[in-house]
């Protein structure tokens, strides 16, 4: 076979080709008028075969049905994924593994076996108390923490700054107006009072000489 010249009156496919189901052809076919998709409906249209994952002709589907993961979630995730964030806790008493004039770093708290690995954020809590100057350098920091390693000499700073909270655009009701202010804005709107006498003499017209 391999001393066989190739020409075209012995070219042949490499493999044997499937034919195709040919539909509409006639009753006799055995796939004729309806081309075997029955009659009318969803699944008889063109492009029915090619619906998406989960579709599920136009009712609300699973997905949307079920309740929902609630609380903090990544950008990269929302509305609501797999990535939902969280941050893993040290407390102040923790720090007394380091000596003073350290840089508390999350590498260095792996080091010290206070943490697993950096792969999530670090918030220092302020349980126990700190008597050493270091310099924190985590994600987040409670109040109360951030005052103790302050008083110590130390400093806070932080590799995530802390999102701002958007203030609510609800109209503000005016507060209640206590009697006495109340009184003194009648007394204000009140005109005084004129002599009808005075006012007479003012109006009238001077004589003629």
């Known amino acids: 076979m391999a001393d066989r010249q190739l020409n075209l009156s012995n070219l042949q496919p490499a493999q044997d080709r499937e034919d195709r189901k040919r539909v509409g052809r006639g009753l006799g076919a055995g796939q004729g008028r309806y081309s075997g998709r029955g009659i009318k409906g969803q699944k008889s249209r063109a492009g029915s075969h090619k619906m ?24 990269d995730a929302m509305p609501v994924g797999p990535f939902r964030t969280y941050t893993v806790p040290v407390n102040l008493r923790d720090l007394d593994r380091f000596e003073a004039g350290d840089v508390v770093t999350p590498e260095a708290l792996v080091e010290k076996r206070l943490i697993k690995n950096t792969k999530t954020d670090i918030k220092l809590l302020g349980d126990g108390e700190l008597s050493k100057k270091l310099t924190v350098r985590v994600h987040a920091i409670s109040a109360t923490a951030r005052e103790k390693v302050e008083a110590a000499g130390g400093t ?44 007479a003499t003012d109006t009238a017209e001077p004589e003629a000489e």
């Open 156 to 199: 806070v700073e932080l590799l995530r700054e802390p999102k701002v909270k958007k203030a609510r655009k609800h109209a503000q009701k005016p507060a209640p107006q206590t009697e006495v202010e109340a009184e003194t804005e009648t007394a204000e709107v009140e005109e005084p009072e004129t002599n009808d006498e005075t006012q």
């Open 52 to 75: 998406r994952a989960g579709f599920a002709g136009g009712q609300m589907p699973i997905q949307m049905r079920l309740g929902k993961l609630r609380g903090s979630t990544s950008k």
